[in-house]
């Protein structure tokens, strides 16, 4: 499972992933992909809409593809988009080539991180604890379920948690 040493950045919107993942990139030389961009770059849109006119399946269905087009990448960081874990495929697809990272974060730090940006329809009219919480709970057993480890966020600089998930390579 390791042995292309790749490392899937999973957790709710928010939860830190493309700063992990920068670091890794610039500070430990891995290359690096963040799916929304790569996806928002073959679609010529935004993700934001993407979901207004194709709709959110469509989307999901992009992020699957890209995954398993990914199967033969090696020492590759992956900024995963936070609902990617919630299809099996797609938890098997990450399993088969790295280790799956699930990055932990308080609903409270979410908002703070999210309040600013309009870049995640899913959280559009619903900048609140209440929404963040509620939805994250809802995803929860999806995510430790994927997760081969987990890292909290937290109060914690992007540099301390990629030393962290390094060690588990
Ligand atoms: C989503 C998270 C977003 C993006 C899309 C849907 C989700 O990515 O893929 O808006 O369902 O949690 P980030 O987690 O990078 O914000």
Known sequence: MQSKKNIFLIGFMGAGKSTVARYLHRQ???NWLEMDKEIERKEGMPVSEI??????????ERETELLLS???????????????PLRACNVEAMKKSGIVVFLTARPETILDRVKDSHERPLLEGHKDVEYISELLSRRMEKYEAAADVLAATDGRTPEEIGKEILKYL
């Open 28 to 30: 430990q030389g891995m």
């Open 51 to 60: 979901f207004r006119l194709r709709g959110e399946e469509y989307f999901r």
């Open 70 to 84: 990914l199967a033969d990448k090696e020492n590759t960081v992956v900024s995963c988009g936070g609902g990617v």
